[in-house]
């Protein structure tokens, strides 16, 4: 029996402690999710301080490998050891990572601690999600996770904003340290509140198991970081990591079938459920992930508004996706889930599309209005997956399929960052090629890393740094340095704009899992049965 199971029930819970653990809880998944996009408005600034639009990636890259690794094993530990002491853990290391990030010197120190930043994160976020179902009863959950699913919104949204503003006006350090108050918030709420696991029976941890997890996702998700940037997709080197990459999900498979307490316990995949809602959320991470990631560094240099005005017209995202996260959360018992997940995947593809227009000069009313849309479909999405995976789940395995579901979702954000940036790194040569002279094309970087040059061109004084080729260009006439740096924007706002249409295909896919998702949440009567059951059960394993 887990020792969650025993100790947090939501029969055995008042309304007051449950709200005061909630707070807690939201405040720390508030600035987890906070920090994926507080730095979108931010970055432009640290790459500028730091010279360092060549790593730009890993910022997000190193942050989600972390996150992506402690995912499953938070999850699964939560079951065995209780959801607070595992919780309070991820906040102190995220606290700790947000504390260095901000006190950063350099691209590598700042990539190294948004690393502890992630592995804080991939704490927080599915731990606190499990905990909805201990305190909260199946008929209760929809309107919860509705909730959840808002305040994921809303971090995402303010964030840029936050970031922007804060860059702007103050350094783009404080998107780090803004994190230290409310973690500090969240600490207070969860010591006080928190009941304390109750283990009644030894606890089985699958050391193998997990050190072959993390093993595989590292292997897989390097993977999707360096081919296409750092080694073709046809290679020796892409050969070795997906053989590496096979070995170990093999070893993985068979030692969670020996394993006593698995981490992800193989019988999880005979729901078809949650197979449903894994794939669904791998795939919505993919597309969300692929489009968040370029999108406010296309706004600042692209489109060319400020840090902060840039976080003010994402802000229109965060109402779309509140409008349909509690919409779909209070009305999914009448409605069910499989018309939302039908709805969502539509509209986001549209607004992708629709964004795919943008570029430079661009009215910013027609971004907000975008942006918009595209939020109403993101929440359409978000909570009802949630809600499905926990309302499937058995008990004693809630952390766990959860967890599982929230990996799967990370593993396409994370996958994603590699795809669209080898997709972007692509596209931007055929982009180049068409609008800048033969030598010079052959001058210039064929990938994002050209943005490097662009922040010099400006600067006569900062021109010693530039191929001679391109210096003599510049020199040859006025006009040219005009033209040179409209080039580049355009060709950089292109191949972004050419990946948000590659993200609204991704998004698609989820309409084909969407049609295997039938049933609603359980009525009253379903949850009393189940609650017994899972008593006597409890009480089984105890004797």
Request: charged share 10%; proline share 4%; hydrophobic share 50%.
């Amino acid at each position: 029996m887990s020792a969650e199971s025993s100790s947090l029930h939501w029969s055995n819970i008042s309304k007051k402690t449950r709200v005061s653990i909630m707070i807690g809880l939201s405040l720390g998944m508030f600035i987890a999710c906070l920090d994926g996009t507080v730095m979108a408005t931010a970055i432009n600034e640290i790459l500028k301080d730091f010279n360092g639009y060549g790593e730009y990636s890993w910022v997000f890259t190193g942050f989600m490998l972390c996150e992506t690794i402690m995912i499953p094993l938070a999850g699964k530990l939560s079951d065995q050891y209780g959801r607070k002491p595992i919780f309070m853990i991820g906040l102190a290391a995220f606290l700790v990572g947000s504390l260095l990030s901000g006190l950063s010197g350099n691209m590598t120190q700042l990539i190294i601690f948004r690393a502890i930043q992630g592995i804080g994160g991939g704490i927080l976020i599915p731990v606190a999600t499990a905990t909805v179902a201990d305190l909260y009863s199946p008929s209760e959950r929809g309107k919860i996770q509705g909730m959840l699913g808002s305040l994921f919104a809303v971090a995402m949204c303010v964030g840029p904003f936050i970031g922007g503003y804060i860059t702007d006006n103050i350094s783009w350090h404080w998107v780090f340290f803004i994190n230290l108050p409310i973690g500090a918030a969240a600490l207070l709420f969860c010591l006080k509140k928190f009941p304390n696991p109750e283990i009644e029976e030894k606890v089985h941890v699958d050391y193998i198991g997990m050190a072959l997890l993390s093993a595989f996702l590292l292997t897989l998700l390097l993977f999707f970081t360096w081919v296409g940037v750092d080694f073709p997709w046809v290679s020796i080197e892409s050969a070795v990591m997906v053989i590496v990459a096979a070995v170990l999900i093999v070893m993985f498979i068979k030692t969670e079938f020996r394993a006593k307490d698995a981490v992800i316990r193989p019988g999880l995949f005979k729901n078809k459920m949650f197979i449903c809602c894994a794939v669904t959320m791998l795939i919505f991470g993919m597309a969300m992930m692929g489009i968040m990631t370029y999108m406010a560094v296309f706004m600042q240099a692209v489109v060319g508004i400020s840090a902060t005005n840039t976080g003010m017209i994402m802000l229109p995202m965060v109402a779309g996706m509140m409008i349909t996260s509690m919409l779909s959360g209070f009305t999914v018992r009448r409605t069910g889930y499989r018309p939302w997940l039908i709805a969502g995947p539509i509209i986001t593809a549209f607004s992708m599309v629709m964004l795919s227009t943008l570029g430079r000069g661009s009215d910013t009313t027609v971004a907000i209005l975008f942006l918009f849309v595209l939020g109403v479909g993101f929440g359409c999405v978000m909570s009802i997956v949630m809600i499905a995976t926990q309302n499937s789940a058995k008990a004693g395995e809630m952390g766990m399929a959860t967890s599982t579901v929230n990996l799967f979702r990370s593993v396409g954000s994370t996958v994603a960052v590699g795809i669209f940036t080898t997709i972007i790194n692509g596209r931007i040569a055929t982009e180049l090629a068409e609008r800048l002279p033969g030598g010079i094309f052959d001058a210039v970087p064929h990938s994002t890393s050209i943005m490097n040059i662009l922040s010099s061109v400006a600067d006569p004084s900062q021109w010693g740094s530039l191929p001679q080729v391109l210096i003599d260009y510049f020199q040859s006439a006025p006009t040219h340095v005009m033209d040179f740096a409209n080039s580049i924007l355009d060709s950089y706002g292109g191949s972004v704009t050419f990946a948000f249409l590659c993200s609204a295909v991704v998004m698609l896919l989820v309409l084909v899992a969407a049609f295997f998702m039938k049933g609603k949440p359980p009525e009253e009567t379903e949850i009393a049965d189940s609650a017994a059951d899972a008593i006597s059960a409890a009480e089984d394993l105890v004797s």
